[in-house]
């Protein structure tokens, strides 16, 4: 197949420009805006070399000069959308930029909805990647831990972003799918689940329920989720009020 690899490659260090002859028609930005239009359009599971091909106008055998493979493409994609990070300069108060970090990338989730389906190391050394690591290390360098420690820190913060975003995008598309709403369907669970604990087999959880005071909020449960992981790397006392920025 035109243009593809033999032995493992990364596409950032394959030029963009192969061989000799006339200048390319297109870039490595057109092709990922045009995969980003379709994966946002219809899911990532519409993305095809062959869709994309068209969505260009070129054919799909062609675009193998660029893009060697599908993974190479799904690279392509998740650089485009990490352009959309706001980097901004540290305020100093780690704990404030990490939490504004996390709720950026999570409403980059909700717009790209299938990013959350591509988050892997994978896919960790692309250009717009890179910038927004050094960005949240810059965030971080109040912190008094080592370098090694602080990834940690980004890679367990990214994960409960993207698990919480994942649940939230599949809970809604569920949504959609019923032919009842969601207060319809919930209300019925919850009659179910109340049978079940008002029986006696499960003490625990009756009391667990029984401490909850109406719906749970849950913006409140994602920032506290944050909030802990930030706690565990946090070898000092937290400001007066906590940490609690701006939403982007």
């Known amino acids: 197949m035109a243009g593809r690899a033999a032995e493992p490659e990364v596409i950032w260090a394959r030029p963009e420009r192969t061989g000799r002859g006339p200048r390319p028609a297109y870039t490595r930005a057109d092709i990922a805006a045009a995969a980003v239009r379709i994966a946002d359009a219809e899911g990532l599971d519409a993305v ?8 260009l106008g070129c054919g799909t055998m062609s675009l193998y000069n660029y893009v060697p493979r599908k993974e190479d ?3 392509l994609m998740v650089d485009a959308v990490g352009a959309e990070h706001e980097i901004r300069e540290p305020s100093g108060d780690w704990r404030a930029d990490m939490l504004r970090n996390a709720e950026e990338t999570r409403a980059i989730m909700r717009r790209h909805t299938w990013v959350p389906r591509l988050m892997t190391g994978v896919y960790g050394f692309s250009p717009n990647t890179l910038r927004y690591l050094e960005h949240c290390l810059a965030c971080l360098e109040p912190l008094d831990v080592p370098h090694s420690t602080k990834m940690e820190l980004i890679a367990l913060v990214n994960g409960v972003v993207t698990t919480y975003t994942a649940n939230e995008i599949a809970t809604a598309e569920r949504t959609r799918s019923m032919p009842w709403s969601a207060e319809e369907e919930n209300a019925v669970r919850m009659a179910y689940l109340g049978s079940q604990v008002a ?15 109406g719906p749970i909020d849950l913006e409140a449960v994602f920032r506290r989720a944050l909030e802990r992981v930030l706690d565990a790397f946090d070898p000092g006392p937290r400001p007066a009020g906590g940490s609690v920025p701006d939403r982007p």
């Open 48 to 55: 095809s070399m062959r869709r994309v091909a068209a969505e």
């Open 73 to 75: 493409l799904y690279e």
């Open 199 to 213: 029986g006696g087999a499960y003490p625990r959880l009756a009391a667990a329920f029984a401490e909850a005071s």
